[in-house]
C-alpha cells in the first residue's frame, strides 16, 4: 500500500515473481467487477460509491490465501479494508513522499485523485490524511526514495525473512 504512485502494482508484481506467488491488482479487479474504468466510474458515481466497490472486492480478495495483492492508494480509507488487509495478511506500506510521488506522475492523466490545479498540493494532502492510516495497517515499512524496482523487492523479501513471514534464503 502506499500514495497513488507509490509503486504499488511495479513492485507488487515483481515480489509475486520472486516468490512464485499469484499477483493480483485490486483496480483491475475492481475495473472487471465495474465493467469500466476506475476513472470513468468516479466521475460518473462519485468517490463514496467507487469505495464502497473498493471495499466489496478487497474483502473478497483478502479471503484469499497466498498471493501478492496491490491495493489502490484510498484502499485506507474506509476502516473495514484497514482490518480485512491487516488481519489476513502482511501489509507492506511503500513509504513515498509527496514530491517523489509527483515526479514520477506529474504527466499521468489517469489518476482522477489528481486531476486538479495543483497536484503536488493534493499529493500533499492525500500524504497528510493517509500517511497515518497506512502505518496503522501495515506490517512493514519500505522507504521507496530512488532505489530501483529490484532494489525495493529484495528490501520486501528480506524484511520479511527475518521476520518469519517466509523462509530464509539458503
Avoid at 530501483?148 to 534464503?169: D, F, K, R, W, Y
Wanted: aromatic residues 6%; glycine residues 8%.
Amino acid at each position: 500500500m502506499g500514495l497513488p504512485g507509490s509503486g504499488k502494482s511495479t513492485v507488487g508484481r515483481q515480489l509475486a515473481r520472486r516468490l512464485q506467488l499469484p499477483f493480483v491488482d485490486s483496480d483491475q479487479a475492481i475495473e472487471e467487477r465495474l465493467g469500466c474504468s476506475i476513472r470513468q466510474y468516479f466521475e460518473r458515481e462519485g468517490e463514496e460509491r467507487f469505495r464502497d466497490v473498493e471495499e466489496s472486492v478487497l474483502d473478497a480478495l483478502t479471503l484469499q490465501p497466498g498471493g501478492v495483492l496491490s491495493t489502490g492508494g484510498g484502499a485506507v480509507l474506509r476502516p473495514a479494508n484497514r482490518e480485512h488487509l491487516h488481519a489476513r495478511g502482511q501489509v507492506i506500506y511503500l513509504h513515498s513522499s509527496p514530491e517523489d510521488v509527483f515526479r514520477r506522475l506529474r504527466h499521468d492523466q489517469s489518476r482522477p485523485l489528481l486531476q486538479v490545479a495543483d497536484p503536488l498540493a493534493r499529493l500533499r494532502d492525500l500524504y497528510r490524511a493517509r500517511d497515518p492510516l497506512y502505518r496503522e495497517t501495515a506490517h512493514f515499512v519500505i522507504e521507496t526514495g530512488r532505489p530501483s524496482v529490484a532494489t525495493l523487492v529484495n528490501m520486501i523479501i528480506m524484511q520479511l525473512e527475518l521476520a518469519g513471514v517466509i523462509p530464509a534464503a539458503p
